[in-house]
């Protein structure tokens, strides 16, 4: 897409009390908005507007904002979370933390356009000779979680789009012969970026952290979408 090519330098972040997961995701965002070059209005009421202004906040001050933010509504302050349920809340137009939004000032609404997927199902019958094929309406997402592997993005893209074999028992067969349906997905990227969110934790006996490298390249090309 077009954009600025200049290199978003961070500033600096504190941990206000395992809000690690907040800093991440807001340096994330922070990032987007500066290479899409998307206006942080200063008189905007958005909850996300002190979130994303990169103003250089001193340590007591930022501690102050994040503490004091209404994000804590919904998650408990000082207990570790999930960025990507984070993501869910403070991108989500229709959430209450942005009752008091107006329609044209609502960052959450812009992000939402940026940040647009639409995961193309693509479901046909396996049997030889049957030709039956359907694409139901498009689900409508802002990121995607995929399982961190010791492969690179692409790779990982890739699995995430494979076709799989629907089971007759849990979900259904081909209407027409009864049939196995294959399903595939294909991401179809709506906006000007995409949110891909690495699920790095494990769980089995207990929860264990991957630390898998995953490469990734400097232009992601998806389904004729270029990055």
């Known amino acids: ?35 899409l070059e998307l206006p942080i209005p200063h008189d905007s009421l958005c909850p996300l507007a002190p979130l994303l202004r990169r103003d250089e906040l001193d340590e007591q001050t930022f501690r102050t904002m994040v503490a004091t933010h209404p994000v804590w509504e919904t998650f408990p302050f000082r207990l570790q979370h999930d ?71 692409e790779e990982l893209l890739a699995t995430y789009q494979q076709a799989e ?25 709506q906006g000007r970026a995409v949110m891909l969110h690495l699920k790095r934790f494990g769980f089995g006996r207990a929860a264990q952290t991957v630390h898998a490298y995953v490469p990734f390249p400097q232009a992601l090309s998806m389904n004729g979408w270029q990055l």
């Open 165 to 189: 074999y629907l089971n007759d028992q849990e979900d259904y067969v081909c209407r027409r012969c009864r049939g196995l349906v294959q399903k595939r997905i294909h991401i179809r990227p």
């Open 1 to 35: 897409p077009s954009s600025s090519t200049a290199v978003t330098v961070p500033l600096p972040m504190w941990n206000a009390g395992n809000t690690c997961f907040l800093n991440a995701l807001v340096q994330s965002l922070r990032a987007v908005c500066h290479r």
């Open 83 to 153: 960025a990507h349920e984070a993501a869910r809340v403070l991108l989500e137009e229709d959430h209450p933390l942005h009752a008091a939004c107006s329609a044209a000032g609502c960052l959450a609404r812009t992000l939402h356009d940026v940040f647009k997927i639409d995961l193309e199902n693509e479901l046909c019958c396996t049997e030889p000779g049957c030709t039956w094929t359907r694409k139901p309406r498009p689900d409508t997402t802002l990121d995607m979680s995929l399982a961190v592997q010791p492969v690179d993005l």
